[in-house]
């Protein structure tokens, strides 16, 4: 269980793995400053993040790799939010997820789909 504002999922986390929602809301939240480099404000696209919708996950829903998650907004791979952005809990009650390593993931699906 998360409360809200909680870091779910970390950005250098994101590509590695599967997170489902089980109730309540997730949102993007672009990392702080402080955790940024001088050199990634500074670079093109890295500034769009701040105008950009950020993308909403709510229960049911899952973000992880495109071999995942097709809807490459909800993935971590949908390009400058995924790469500056964290995963928090945006719910007032809070939120219940499940996350695995992506690879542990893929060895599960790669059992049900082989029986």
């Known amino acids: 269980m998360f409360s809200k504002n909680d870091v779910v999922l970390p950005v250098e986390m994101r590509e590695n793995y599967l997170c489902v929602v089980w109730e309540g809301t997730l949102i993007e939240r672009p990392i702080e400053v402080a955790r940024k480099s001088i050199s990634s404000l500074l670079r093109g696209d890295d500034s769009d993040i701040l105008n950009s919708t950020p993308a909403v996950w709510h229960a049911g829903d899952w973000t992880g790799p495109i071999s995942l998650q097709p809807n490459r907004r909800l ?35 790669l059992i049900l789909f082989c029986r």
């Open 75 to 109: 993935s971590s791979e949908s390009g400058v939010n995924s790469a500056l952005s964290d995963i928090v809990a945006a719910s007032d009650a809070g939120v219940k997820v499940n996350a695995s390593y992506c690879l542990l993931t893929y060895r599960k699906f």
